[in-house]
């Protein structure tokens, strides 16, 4: 199923097979993956790039999406739908790369992302957690109407430390 979602020079589009290359060089950033889960690895290498759109080009209904800005691949941007008890629920996840940060992406995307989820997915609370560190991630939430849960103490442990883990969510009806 081919989809895209656009706001202005912004778009959320389905990966494709050529997108492998530039996915490892925005990802391969050490300033990227200490922001996000170990499943996402580092380095971060073509085999992962290729196995990582494979899995996504399979999704039906797409949930992750490839983000262009002025028509260039710059990050990547999901969906994870909840089950049983939670299956009115996803959790939502992204990356910019770094040399694209600070340009309004971030916000554009998510709200992008957001309403697709509300409108196609059948969903009412899309939700995620930021390590306390990632203050800009922080705000983008914020500006899409993100609402600060609480604070899970020590609840991450990354990089040989603990961190604390900030959660944030928006429901539909809000």
Known sequence: MKLELSSGNIKLRGFRKSDSARLV???NNENISRNLRD???????LQHAEEFI??????????????????EYVGNIGLVKGNDVYRKSAEVGYFIGEEYWNKGIA??????ICDYGFDNLDIIRIHT???EHNIASQRVLEKC????EGV?????????MFWNEVRFAKLRYL
Request: with cysteine; glycine share 8%.
């Open 129 to 131: 957690g930021v390590y």
């Open 25 to 27: 060089e925005l990802a």
């Open 39 to 45: 499943g996402f690895p580092h380095p971060y290498t």
């Open 145 to 148: 109407g993100f609402v600060k």
């Open 152 to 160: 899970f103490v020590k609840a991450v442990f990354k990089k040989e």
């Open 107 to 112: 916000t554009v995307a998510l709200n992008l």
């Open 54 to 71: 494979t899995k996504c080009m399979a999704l039906d209904p797409p949930t992750l999406f490839a983000i262009e800005y002025n028509g």
